[in-house]
């Protein structure tokens, strides 16, 4: 038998699977998932961190921005409410910080605006200042400052202001 004659006895497989020999017969086989098979004759790769391959895929996918993806087997997946992932390939989602909000996962996290604060992490809004309080801004405190006496501050105020008269 010919070189020519061995070649055209295997199966014609397509990318995304591989040719398998267990020495009687040669079969196609589904590439496995979190694997790629570029070519028929190539044995199955595992895909890198921060992508993912389907059954019987030829490349592997990169995790786009606002997404993340967890194992190589696993399909990507939207950031959570509050956090964001800025770079593709990633395995992970970045927290929103203290005095910031992210409503989108693939923006860069938001500070507050005078008037409102974020006591906490992981925020898909900023809260409204309360009445009595200041609020000047994320940059100065993520906290409502209480206003002193004497002073007055209607809500989402970035300031107190001084009481006319003899109040």
């Known amino acids: 038998m010919n070189a020519l004659n061995i070649a055209t006895n295997y199966p ?7 040719r398998v ?4 017969t040669t079969v196609c086989r589904r590439c496995p998932i979190g694997h790629r098979c570029p070519t028929p004759s190539s044995i199955p790769e595992s895909c890198p961190a921060g992508t993912y391959a389907p059954f019987a895929s030829a490349v592997c996918t990169t ?21 964001y992932q800025l770079q593709t390939g ?7 910080p203290v005095g910031y909000y992210c409503p989108l996962s693939n923006l860069d996290p938001i500070p507050c ?4 604060y974020a006591p906490v992490g992981n925020l898909t809004a900023c809260f409204s200042c309360p009445m009595g309080f200041a609020c000047p ?12 006496p004497g002073t007055y501050s209607p809500a ?4 107190c202001i001084t009481c006319e008269g003899s109040y």
């Open 90 to 96: 990633q395995t992970f989602c970045k927290a929103c």
């Open 137 to 148: 801004s994320a940059m100065k405190t993520p906290f409502p400052v209480l206003c002193p």
């Open 63 to 83: 995790c786009a921005v606002g997404k993340f993806c967890p194992t190589v087997t696993h399909s990507p997946m939207d950031c959570p409410p509050g956090t």
């Open 113 to 116: 605006a005078a008037g409102t």
């Open 156 to 159: 989402n105020s970035d300031r």
């Open 12 to 18: 014609a497989c397509t990318s995304g699977y591989y």
């Open 21 to 24: 020999n267990d020495g009687q």
